[in-house]
């Protein structure tokens, strides 16, 4: 060893022999704890912080009302030739039915389609609106003299322009949509807390009492719970005798939605998958869109066009803090990274359409239950559901496969 021997030191020097660090017995020093714990807890839930709570219910499940006016267009289901004076309407993917997006359509309604077989504008007039087939007769356009009628692909969409009327008109059946009711069930959070009354009444470093220092984790445990929940949930049974109910989240609502911008197939986020998304519930009516996902998948954000990251317009320094981010067709999306999150799944949401709401009276209840031993015993509760409007419309979209 390179070290002098600190005892052969001394004795060769005449001197007594110190105690040294290595002869305090096991346990007998009091040691040096500092009063802050080191704790991982994850109290951080950006997507609950951002929705936050609505009105509390008083049933078993909570319920709204959606109605959807339609796109503004119907699709053909069959191909039409030119020759042909008609088309047969289809949702084409749509939340709604078919019977439903043909009361966009009435006698009079101008519509318009492009042909991309023979590069021609057709316009037309409905006049006759059965259960799926709809009669046109065409118009003239700018272009053309005649009235002309273009041939139709399947999947083609023919665009509403206006149920139009000439002077002094009489009344027509007026075209109400049919509303749907949209219900989601509460899922019931429960932690307890056991201190025995001797621990109860022993000084910690650090926490000082142990009792509501447990109390304190556990319901910062319980509101991550919720976040995940919001999130997460699939919403897969309802209240029964043996199970207890599982409330959809953002992924159980948009799985069964089929809506556009849900993308069940990319596996690497681009530019371009995410513009396609965005473009996509934008469409439909979003306006206030948030990306939430596993910070892995926020970074991505920095590898892009460096020109569609948004900073402060007089921010002269170096670097940035990626916040937001704008789509190519100027649309600007706030990016949250989330922590210990599936890393395969994103959110594309529209923020304002979204709310938590609470059973009366459960949305985090603590109470001290009844004395049965030498222990205090603490029982939190929290029930809750979450509204989501607009996910039946396609306001909302999301990555279910990311790498």
């Excluded at 399947?154 to 009711?181: F, M, Q």
């Amino acid at each position: 060893m390179a070290f002098p021997d600190v005892y052969s030191i001394n004795a060769a020097t005449n001197r007594g022999l110190p105690q040294a660090t290595t002869d305090i017995v096991s346990d007998t020093d009091r040691r040096d704890v500092s009063d802050v714990l080191d704790l991982l807890a994850l109290a951080d839930t950006p997507f609950i912080n951002r929705i936050g709570w609505g009105a509390p219910f008083a049933a078993q499940k909570i319920e709204w009302l959606s109605e959807d006016l339609g796109p503004g267009w119907v699709a053909s289901s069959v191909a039409a030739g030119s020759a042909a004076g008609s088309f047969i309407a289809d949702s084409a993917g749509l939340a709604i039915t078919t019977a439903e997006a043909i009361k966009q359509i009435q006698t009079g309604t101008v519509l318009y389609h492009y042909s991309s077989t023979d590069g021609e504008h057709g316009l037309y007039v409905a006049d006759a609106v059965a259960e799926a087939s709809i009669g046109t007769t065409a118009l003239c356009t700018d272009a053309n003299a005649a009235a002309t009628q273009t041939s139709i692909i399947a999947g083609d969409k023919i665009y509403i322009l206006g149920a139009l009327v000439n002077e002094a008109s009489l009344p027509r059946t007026g075209l109400w949509r049919a509303r749907a009711i949209r219900e989601n069930y509460p899922t019931i959070l429960r932690q307890d807390v056991q201190i025995s009354g001797s621990m109860k009444e022993t000084d910690m470093y650090a926490i000082g009492g142990e009792e509501m220092h447990q109390i304190r984790m556990r319901l910062k445990e319980m509101q991550r719970e919720r976040e995940r929940m919001a999130l997460y949930g699939p919403g897969m049974s309802v209240r029964s005798t043996t199970n207890p109910t599982i409330n959809k989240g953002v992924l159980g609502f948009l799985l069964a939605s089929g809506a556009p911008g849900v993308d069940n197939s990319t596996t690497t986020l681009t530019p371009s998958a995410m513009n396609t998304v965005v473009n996509d519930c934008w469409n439909y009516g979003a306006n206030n869109l948030t990306f939430f996902g596993d910070i892995n998948q926020c970074a991505k954000f920095t590898q892009w066009d460096i020109d569609r990251i948004r900073m402060a317009p007089r921010d002269g320094r170096g670097g940035g803090n990626i916040t937001w981010w704008m789509s190519e067709a100027g649309i600007e999306i706030e990016i949250v990274p989330m922590r210990q999150v599936p890393t395969n799944m994103a959110f594309v949401v529209d923020v304002s359409k979204i709310q938590l709401r609470a059973k009366r009276n459960r949305k985090a209840l603590m109470e001290k239950l009844g004395r049965a031993g030498d222990f205090e015993d603490w029982q939190i509760i929290s029930e809750f559901s979450m509204e989501m409007k607009g996910y039946d419309h396609g306001q909302h979209g999301m990555f279910s496969r990311l790498s």
